[in-house]
């Protein structure tokens, strides 16, 4: 879910598989490497963690930096 209430479906595969799951941490959208603001509300949401570790490593580079 981000700061305005909306499910950010491209990122979550629970919402896209229409399950919910405890939010485990926030997400930079956009990262901080790909100029995401890091203040900015409206670039957070929360994930799970499996989907938190799915979009790092499929969108942001993945864990070897």
């Known amino acids: ?3 305005d209430g909306q499910l950010h479906a491209e990122h979550s595969q629970c919402v896209q598989e229409g399950r919910t799951s405890p ?4 997400d930079h959208i956009v990262s901080m490497a790909n100029g ?4 900015d509300e409206s ?4 994930l799970c963690l499996m ?7 499929t969108h ?3 864990f070897g930096r």
């Open 51 to 57: 989907c938190n570790n799915r979009k790092r490593v």
């Open 23 to 26: 939010a485990a941490c926030v």
């Open 1 to 3: 879910m981000r700061r």
């Open 43 to 46: 670039n957070l949401q929360s």
């Open 60 to 62: 942001d580079g993945g």
């Open 36 to 39: 995401g603001a890091q203040y």
